[in-house]
């Protein structure tokens, strides 16, 4: 398809070759007056290299905003992964410091239950004490003896063995129990003949205190236990009082003195 300014150019062309002479002379003439070059091809040329050049700056400008555009957004991507990094490590200390404030809250709760464990202990030590004050203070009005942590009471009158007991037991306490060498040095303090509680009335020969414990220490006077004239001697009175073994065999149906102990 011809374009408008080929077929100009035709024309021209054509109109022009009838006077080829004529129209080169004219043609020099107009060169020589004017000093004007033929320009057309190499205007044409000029475009070119113009229009060329054109595109190149056009893409050296586009493939330096695109170099620009990697390197900006590298560079915000490192900002974000450095930000993404701080963000971690700051959430990380905000989770320690948690943990941290987390077991110290523990730690004083802890603490707070221990306190409150050992305050409730010193209010019952103290109410033990206030009940243990008030109960020296009775036994010592009702003329009970202390001696290495209990109270003793010595009667004034004379009963037989269980009924000595029963005695005892009624003023809350039960027959002396001597299971050391300075029990039974106070208990020979009394010259008169006194029960204690140790008797083998459930099993012949096996000796066992009124709490039910076995006798392990014993203080008996030279040739007893004996069941004297084949008598039935199953309780025990402290009887020789001037000898540091004292304990006697006799029948429980005698009637003797008796010593209480009540252990604090």
Known sequence: MVSLEEELELSMTYENFEDVPARKAASRRSVEDFNVPAAAPGMKMYRLVVVSFGLLCILQAALNISLRLTLYLEAGCNNLTEERDDLKRTLENYVSQQNSLTEERDEMKRINLDLEAGRNLLTEENHGLK????????????????FSGSFYRIS?????????????????????????QEEQDFSRQSKNITWIGLMDRNTEGEW????????????????????YLNKNEDCVNINHHDHQNSWNDAPCENEHFWICEKKM
């Open 156 to 180: 004034s009158t004379m009963k037989p063995w269980q009924d000595s007991r029963r005695d005892c037991q009624q003023r809350g306490a039960d027959l002396m129990i001597i299971n050391s």
């Open 208 to 227: 066992t205190w009124v709490d039910g414990t076995q006798l392990t220490t014993s203080f008996w006077h030279s040739g007893e236990p004996n069941n």
């Open 131 to 146: 009940r243990t004050l008030e109960e020296y203070a009775h036994y010592l009005q009702q003329g009970w003896v202390y």
